[in-house]
């Protein structure tokens, strides 16, 4: 295993002049030490002023359902108040920063666009300007590595599919960590926040997190292993469906499935046809009954995904091609579907939203032949690496 070492191990072995001050922590109990140790904690017992937390979606603990949204609490384990940045509001309200002097940011991310994590940390970055509070991401690895080559689109249409779960223009799989992000979003959006990133040490941008860690720290309810988050980029798209996604089961996003689904024939096809893209996965059938979220206590037939080559895994080419499989199999069942949450209750638009085009539903119309090449000009990527190039913190 490598000695990956993350931005708040590194933190930990400095004293920064600021370490006294009145110090608020947007974090989560998934931001741990490279030793799993929880970052809170450990920061509290190395004498960092932390006065105050804030936490984002499924909340400091991370066991808040999906959409759902948090309140204000008091942590059990350091006893500090948190403040929900998923609940009666998304970024921090005035009052609550009127009594600090710097904003720490230590949360682990998976390098989708659409996981908010990765929002809420755009809010706190605006607060922080605007309020000229010194903003500190403790910089962590992309646990699905940061290989630039693997980076899969639609880039976001900001005019019309911007919001929680994608508000500006990057990529669905973006390659990038938190803290080159931040740096990005810095520098061309003109926010121009007083920002320091604390970047990680020994890793790498071909890395995936099976390289340096032998455990994986569930990020939310639906993350709770490696490869979830490797597959997520693509079988999220199945939240926008009347297939299940595996929620309320022990793999989320490795399955699809529903009571009617040919599971024989999905696997045969997908194999058949996800062959052109690099033999990367392999689907086998499977059955199983969810304990939550769609066709919950019904037995459902599906198909299970076991990512055989990361190195050449391309989640949102493949999820899409797994959609297109199921609608051209059940004509007569599959259907889109919304998917209400605490941002968007009305759960209207989401494959618009989770892809960031307009229209999407249009373009799995398209021949089952010729699928994969119409919608190549939309995953595919032309100047991702350009615009983020300056912005990259590691090689």
């Not at 096809?269 to 304990?291: C, D, E, G």
């Not at 206590?297 to 499989?325: E, K, S, Y």
Request: some cysteine.
């Amino acid at each position: 295993m490598l000695n990956i070492q993350f931005g708040i191990d590194i933190l930990l072995a400095q004293q920064p002049h600021w370490k006294r001050k009145r110090i608020a922590l947007v974090t989560n109990h998934a931001a741990t030490t490279n030793c799993f140790a929880p970052s809170r904690l450990a920061l509290l017992q190395h004498g960092f002023n932390i006065v105050k937390l804030f936490s984002p979606e499924h909340g400091l603990d991370t066991t808040g359902a999906d959409g759902h949204a948090m309140g204000n609490s008091t942590d059990p384990l350091t006893h500090l108040p948190v403040v929900s940045l998923y609940g009666d509001k998304l970024a921090p309200a005035p009052e609550d920063l009127i009594d600090i002097d710097v904003v720490l940011f230590d949360i682990p991310d998976i390098g989708s666009r659409f996981y908010t994590y990765l929002w809420t940390m755009t809010h706190v970055l605006e607060a922080c300007a605007v309020y000229n509070l010194p903003f500190i991401v403790a910089d962590r690895p992309n646990p699905v590595s940061g290989n630039l080559r693997l980076a899969e689109g639609p880039m976001l249409d900001e005019v019309h599919c911007s919001s929680f779960i994608g508000r500006w223009s990057i990529p669905v799989r973006h390659s990038c960590t938190m803290g080159e992000l931040a740096k990005y979003f810095n520098a061309t959006r003109n926010i121009n926040c007083e920002l320091e990133v604390i970047p990680c040490n020994y890793w790498q941008r071909d890395i995936y997190y099976t390289e340096w860690s032998h455990s994986f720290v569930p990020l939310s309810p639906a993350i709770p292993g490696f490869e979830s988050a490797l597959l997520y980029p693509g079988l999220c798209y199945l939240e926008a469906t009347n297939c299940s996604e595996g929620r309320g089961t022990a793999t989320p996003f490795r399955i699809a499935g529903a009571p009617w689904m040919q599971a024989n024939e999905t696997a045969r096809l997908f194999n058949s046809m996800q062959a052109a893209n690099a033999n990367s996965v392999y689907a086998r059938p499977i059955m199983y009954t969810p304990t939550e979220g769609k066709y919950v206590g019904q037995r459902c037939n599906g198909i299970m995904l076991h990512v055989t080559d990361p190195n050449a895994f391309l989640p949102v080419t493949i999820g899409w091609l797994l959609i297109r499989i199921i609608k051209e199999l059940h004509p007569q069942h599959f259907q889109w579907a919304t998917y209400p949450t605490h941002v968007n209750p009305s759960g209207k638009n989401h494959l618009d939203l989770l892809s960031g085009i307009s229209g999407t539903p249009i373009l799995f119309e398209t021949a089952l032949a010729d699928f994969t090449d119409a919608v190549r000009e939309h995953i595919e990527l032309k100047d991702w690496f350009l615009r983020i190039q300056p912005h990259l913190m590691y090689i």
